[in-house]
């Protein structure tokens, strides 16, 4: 069964810290792995990653996959209070009989920044 | 303006009634998506629909039905709510023209509770 595992579940770290989030998937020829950052609201679109290894970059967050340990992290430089919200985790499957590529989720990492 | 809007924002209902949750898109995708997100079980997707005359079953979707009124519509219904119904509910819509970024686009959520 397809499988997505974020890690870790939560995380708490003072302003100014470096943080690095997983993302683990178990998904045979996955197309793309997508993060998300949800605050107090709905879940708003970061970075899409293919098995091309490119590092995506936007800020203080890069993210990269690892197409050989089926595994994706998030980094957030120099974190800020604002940073403070659930980090969403969704790979899209291939195209096969009954999926229509609906996304596969994981349960997310819930990071606190502190002052 | 918001691309995706949901009514209502927030609801509190008893157990047997009907509650219908809206959600109209503003974007002309013709994918949309019905997911609901309670703690520790991320999101799980309830139902989706590609188009006016499609709609296809999520992982949860006893308890609900959906309509899909217009390309920018699509509504859910729970036909005898339940408190474990109890969640925050999310429409989602994509565009399968976006050259593989498979990027949902969420609604503000609406958080039902049944008691």
């Known amino acids: 069964e397809d499988k997505v595992v974020q890690s870790p579940l939560s995380l708490v770290v003072h302003e100014g810290d470096t943080v690095t989030l997983n993302c683990s998937y178990e998904?045979?020829?996955?197309?793309?792995l997508l993060w998300y950052k949800q605050e107090k609201k709905a879940p708003t679109f970061l970075f899409m990653l293919t098995s091309s290894g490119i590092e995506k970059k936007s800020g203080r967050l890069s993210s990269i996959l690892d197409k050989k340990e089926l595994s994706s992290i998030l980094n957030i430089t120099a974190t800020q209070t604002g940073d403070s919200a659930i980090y969403l985790c969704?790979?899209?499957?291939?195209?096969?009989?009954?999926?229509?590529?609906?996304?596969?989720w994981g349960l997310g990492t819930s990071l606190a920044v502190n002052p | 303006d918001a691309d995706v809007t949901q009514t209502p924002r927030n609801r509190i209902t008893k157990t047997g009634k009907r509650i219908m949750l809206e959600c109209s898109q503003t974007?002309?995708?013709?994918?949309m998506y019905w997911y609901r997100q309670d703690p520790g079980l991320g999101l799980r997707l309830i139902y989706y629909?590609?188009?006016?005359?499609?709609?296809n079953k999520g992982e949860i979707s006893d308890g609900y039905s959906v309509s899909r009124q217009a390309q920018a519509k699509f509504s859910l219904s729970l036909e005898s709510a339940i408190p474990n119904q109890t969640a925050l509910y999310f429409c989602?819509?994509?565009?399968?023209?976006?050259?593989?970024?498979?990027?949902?686009?969420f609604g503000p959520g609406t958080r039902l509770t049944v008691l």
């Open positions: 998904v045979t020829n996955f197309r793309s």
């Open positions: 989602a819509t994509s565009d399968p023209r976006d050259r593989g970024r498979n990027e949902q686009f």
């Open positions: 969704a790979v899209v499957p291939p195209e096969r009989a009954g999926n229509n590529r609906k996304l596969i």
């Open positions: 974007k002309g995708h013709d994918r």
């Open positions: 629909s590609f188009d006016v005359k499609d709609i």
